[in-house]
């Protein structure tokens, strides 16, 4: 675990709803509709460790991800920064 990140848990995690990944999708240039196309339940498989961390507005939330058609290669690592009382991503990143 990094420092200051704790375990990310389903009771700790930043409230994300789908209006706050359609805004962030749209505004972002990175990002295009064959990426956002998946299983509904491809995530439950796919993310692996979660860590968090806050820091006055900002939450900051790392884990790993699993490629969908790669379940057994290594995952990649991702992480995510929102504004949790704007209700907004400040930055969405893979980071390998």
């Known amino acids: ?5 704790e375990k ?6 930043p409230k994300i709803d789908g209006l706050m990944v359609d805004l962030y999708f749209a505004k972002n240039s990175e990002f295009f509709a064959a990426e ?11 993310v692996g460790y979660v860590q968090i961390r ?9 884990c790993r991800i699993t490629p969908e058609h ?4 290594k995952p990649y690592h991702c992480s ?12 969405v990143t893979c980071d390998d």
């Open 70 to 73: 790669l379940l057994r290669t």
């Open 1 to 5: 675990m990094d420092e200051g990140y």
């Open 80 to 91: 995510l920064v929102c504004d949790e009382n704007e209700e907004k991503f400040l930055d």
């Open 54 to 62: 806050r820091t006055d507005n900002t939450c900051t939330v790392k």
């Open 8 to 13: 990310g848990l389903s009771d700790n995690l």
């Open 36 to 46: 956002i196309l998946a299983r509904d339940n491809y995530g439950d498989d796919a």
